[in-house]
């Protein structure tokens, strides 16, 4: 028998019993990403399974160079986990002349200033160590194509990459930890400087039609509170859960579940005008954001219909869910939120220059007590300037169901997540 036969067969084996969610696509009123069809239209031999780094690249066509490019329908059904690092250490990826050490002598603002960021030899192998990681841990997928979890599938220190592509479907994955070996100091970056990663665990720039369905999210046992403090500041290895930036458009992100990471969802990249105007058309729904610390989402420019979500905001460093962004359009209904004691209720909501923001029908619940109706903007208003103003100045249209707030606990402990899809 030969080996593609064997392959075909194995796919088979894993797809059935999944009751072919591997060719189901979006409903055609489940938000903007609606009527995604992913690698629906694939025929047999476009159907495979992944158990590891090599055939994951295989199944999506072969050259991971290339892969962004493959429009070929087709199917990846992952199997188990899956190491993208496969075991390559931070070490493995250093250039020869970079030094942790060495950098930070070498960059600290007391020797290097905090006028200007990082050039010379050290930054220079620090890009090198950086493209080296990158090129093992990237992940790039191309139009056309459905990604379905089976049998615990994960994925752990990879980047899923989406660029400039259309209609793919991520179904079923738990991703986690894609840690940034080399993060980059900038001393420009706020009043004190920031270290920035680079690695989202699924990544939008410039992509259309996608579905994140049913996914699981977080930086596994890597906490980035865990991390050191260099220059006075976190050695931040982590960045987005699932970023949609540069023009990205008509997606839907429902049933996930994101847990212990910071940066979730960042909703454009810029506060500059440009290819992100008139596009980051998303929604999200039925999403569990357990302990994330912001971006839940932050948006810029995008009509973002945010309904029927659990935010569990208890983590001592919470600092905001609901990014108001320049130019954004949130349209937030009947979300439940679990607040610690000391969690405000005016702080669900931040300001980043936007000031429309729709928030109706939310359900806050503080520490044991019993939920309750709150007008979210209005408690921002009280507590902060500036004023938002009480209306994202659209309404959506495309939605498959808007269940009470009060239900959506429940809703969302018994469907969301890579295990709970069927």
């Not at 841990?137 to 191309?142: A, S, W, Y």
């Not at 420009?188 to 989202?200: E, H, K």
């Not at 039609?209 to 006075?232: A, K």
């Not at 990249?269 to 999200?284: A, E, H, M, N």
């Amino acid at each position: 028998m030969s080996s593609i036969v064997v392959s075909l067969l194995a796919a088979a084996a894993l797809v059935a019993p999944a009751h072919d969610v591997a060719r189901e696509t979006a409903d055609p009123r489940d938000g903007w990403g609606a009527g995604t069809t992913g690698g629906a239209a694939a025929d047999a031999e476009h159907v495979a399974v992944a158990r590891n780094r090599a055939e994951l690249i295989a199944a999506l066509g072969g050259d991971n160079a290339t892969n962004g490019q493959n429009a070929t329908p087709k199917i990846v059904v992952v199997s188990g986990r899956i190491d993208a690092t496969e075991h390559k250490t931070c070490a493995d990826h250093a250039d020869p002349e970079y030094s942790l050490d060495a950098f930070l002598a070498a960059y600290d603002p007391a020797v290097w200033g905090r006028t200007a960021k990082p050039s010379g030899p050290l930054e220079d192998a620090r890009v090198r160590s950086a493209r080296r990681q990158g090129d093992q841990i990237r992940i790039n997928v191309g139009p056309n194509t459905t990604i379905v979890g089976v049998r615990g599938a994960r994925i752990d220190g990879g980047s899923l990459i989406l660029t400039n592509v259309g209609n793919v479907i991520v179904r079923g994955v738990e991703f986690t930890d894609a840690a940034d070996c080399f993060p980059a100091w900038d001393p420009t970056d706020g009043a004190a400087g920031n270290w920035n990663s680079l690695y989202d665990l699924v990544s939008l720039s410039g992509a259309t039609n996608v579905w994140i369905d049913h996914n699981t999210f977080s930086d596994g046992d890597n906490h980035d509170s865990e991390q050191p403090v260099y220059f006075g500041r976190p050695y931040q290895v982590h960045d987005g859960a699932t970023d949609v930036i540069r023009g990205s458009d008509l997606v839907t992100v429902s049933y996930n579940d994101y847990y212990d990471h910071d940066k979730t969802m960042l909703i454009g990249s810029t506060d500059t005008p440009g290819v992100d105007v008139g596009k980051l058309r998303v929604t999200v729904h039925h999403n569990r954001f357990g302990n994330v610390l912001q971006r839940a989402p932050r948006v810029r420019f995008g009509q973002v219909d945010v309904y029927n979500n659990l935010f569990v905001a208890t983590d001592e460093d919470y600092q905001y869910s609901l990014g108001a962004g320049v130019e954004s359009a949130i349209y937030a209904e009947k979300n439940y939120f679990r607040l610690g004691a000391d969690v405000p209720a005016a702080d669900v909501i931040h300001y980043w220059k936007g000031t429309r923001i729709t928030a109706i029908g939310s359900l806050v619940q503080v520490g044991s007590r019993l939920p309750r109706p709150v007008d979210l903007v209005a408690a921002y208003n009280e507590a902060y300037d500036p004023d938002l103003l009480p209306g994202a100045g659209w309404t959506p249209v495309l939605r498959t169901r808007v269940d009470p707030a009060v239900a959506v606990p429940l809703i969302v402990a018994a469907t969301a997540g890579s295990r709970r899809l069927r």
